[in-house]
């Protein structure tokens, strides 16, 4: 079962073809929150912009600490490790205003994440990063969100995120699929596009929505048009001790991307917007 996973992910952004690809702008099953109270509940939910470079999907999920993907954290066009100063949080952005707006102190992105090798088995499982905000935002503000702590391995998933030609308002998805989840590695129906990497997928089942991954990569699995995520708890327990032990001394640099050197090249493989679409 692994071995045929990973032969999907070596495949799946050579396999986007033009047709897949105009499928994917098809978003008849997503809705764009542009109302107050229709965005109100997923506002801790918001748009990590970098210094103009692009965006991704973050979530609040402590008065101090965002979660989003580790290839987030790299510039798009140089592959340089951004730095903290470089990004932005902004909370529930819709058309402009932002719930909450903060900077960035702190980066980590899990050490077993390798920016060189694109978007393989080993990558999708540890596409996680951590962002210490420079001011906390206090719970009266914004409620964050929690980790689901326990597995499922199926069932139905929401998703939230900005993306490609909706970068001004959140859209949802009110449901979608986990269509399994092995050795670490979530594969799902949900709809996605460029700038939703690091957008959160939630379960529903114990009432407000708790998030069971964040979107690493989109592809084609047993031939289905299908998006990629992790299992969180492990990861994130994991990033945490690196915020803590780093926090008091100096920012680690994080690795360099060798642009043109990845093990895979496509359609799915930037998977950080930039301003304009491009």
Known sequence: MMRSLICAVALLLTSVSGQEAAAQQQTTDLRGMAGANDALVWRAVGRLD????????????????????????????????????DLTFRAGLRNGQAAAERGITQIEAHKAY???????????????????????????????????????????????????????????????????????????????????????????SNGRGQIVSVVSGLGTFNGRRVSYGMSLPSVVAELKQQMRANASGPVPELRRVTVGNRRLSGGGGAKFVRPGGS
């Open 50 to 85: 970098a210094d103009g470079t692009g965006f991704c999907t973050a979530t609040l999920i402590s008065p101090e600490y965002v979660l989003t993907a580790a290839h987030c954290v790299y510039s798009p066009r140089t592959g340089e490790a951004l730095k903290a100063e």
């Open 114 to 204: 390798d920016p060189k090798d694109g978007l393989t088995a080993s990558n999708i499982r540890h596409d996680v990063a951590l962002l210490r905000l420079a001011r906390p935002i206090p719970t009266h503000e914004l409620d964050p969100f929690v980790l689901h702590q326990r597995r499922i391995t199926s069932g139905a998933v929401s998703v939230v995120s900005y993306g490609r030609g909706r970068s001004e308002i959140p859209s949802r998805q009110d449901v979608c699929k986990l269509l399994q989840e092995h050795d670490g590695i979530l594969v799902m129906n949900c709809n996605v596009t460029f700038g939703s990497s690091g957008a959160p997928v939630f379960t529903h």
